[in-house]
Nanobody, 123 residues
Framework: QVQLVESGGGLVQAGGSLRLSCAAS????????MGWFRQAPGKEREFVAA????????FYADSVKGRFTISRNNAKNTVYLQMNNLKPEDTAVYYC????????????????WGQGTQVTVSS
């Protein structure tokens, strides 16, 4: 079992930045692909970014490419999402997930999920 706890969300103005963290416990994340997803009110959960086990390969949704950066520190069992130039449409609950598939895997192939952290971007 892997427990995931997200942190770092909050309220920020458009154009601002936030850094989300996802701390894992119970098992090392080194054997897992790690992903970030988000869900806005009334919308389905959508993929944001994913990173492979070594951190050498990343994959992003087109909507965040060039603005968000996913990274991981396997020694600290933590994954990060640096979000720059935030837009109101980035407002959502952001979830961290761990899976044993590939960086392009859909949400249903992720095995473990955190509870989420709210990100609100004001215009």
């Amino acid at each position: 079992q892997v427990q995931l706890v997200e942190s770092g969300g909050g309220l920020v103005q458009a154009g601002g930045s936030l850094r989300l963290s996802c701390a894992a416990s119970g098992r090392t994340i080194i054997t897992y692909v790690m992903g970030w997803f988000r869900q806005a009110p009334g919308k389905e959960r959508e993929f944001v970014a994913a990173i492979n086990r070594s951190g050498g390969s990343t994959f992003y949704a087109d909507s965040v490419k060039g603005r968000f950066t996913i990274s991981r520190n396997n020694a600290k069992n933590t994954v990060y999402l640096q979000m720059n130039n935030l837009k109101p449409e980035d407002t959502a609950v952001y979830y961290c997930a761990a899976g044993r598939s590939v960086v392009t895997a859909p949400p249903n192939l992720y095995d473990y999920w955190g509870q989420g952290t709210q990100v609100t971007v004001s215009s």
